[in-house]
C-alpha cells in the first residue's frame, strides 16, 4: 500500500447516511483538533496499544529522513485512552487529507469515560502501508525523534505535546514516557 490514503479512505462507506460521527484519537488528534466538532470526551478503545511505529514523511519529517508518529497496534487486552470527537461527515476530507500517510479508517466502538460507548471510527497505519517503521527500542525511537523535523514542525514538538495531554487526561502511557525520558536526556546531555 502506498504512503497515501485519501482515496482508499473515500471509499468506506461504514457511515454514509449518517449526520454524526464519533471519531477516536489517540495521538495528534488528542492535543490538536484542527477541525470542527460538535462533542469532546475522554475515551478509550480495547485490544489496541499506542506505538511510536509510524514513519511520518509529511508532517513531522520528509521523505529522506522520516520522523516517528504513532499508530495503533493489536493487543489483546490492552487498552488504549485518548479523546473521541463527535464530527459531521463533512469533516472526512479535511481528516483523510491530514492523517494520509498510510492511515485508513477502520470502524470501532469506542468506550467513553463515563462508561456509555457508540460505534465510531479511528485511522489506524497498518504494517501493511508503505511508511510504516515497525518496533524499535525506545531509544531509538528518541534518537529519530530528536533528528527529525517536517513541514509541521519537528518531531520531538509532536511527542511531547502528546505525553503532556496524556498527563492531563490522567492516563500514562509508558511507550510514550519512556521515548520522553531518552528524548530529554538526549537533548539536555
Known sequence: MSHNTIALNRRMDKFDGHHRVWLFGYGSLIFKAD????????AAIRGWTRRFWQ??????GTETAPGRVVTLVPEDGALCHGMAYLVTPEEFAHLDHREKNGYLRLATDIAFDDGSSALGLVYIATHENGAFLGPASELDIARQIAAAHGPSGPNSEYLLELAHALRAL???DPHVFEIERHLTRLTTD
Not at 35 to 42: A, I, K, S
Open 170 to 172: 490522567g492516563k500514562p
Open 55 to 60: 514513519g511520518s514523511h509529511d508532517h513531522r
Open 35 to 42: 477541525f470542527p466538532y460538535l462533542e469532546r470526551r475522554p
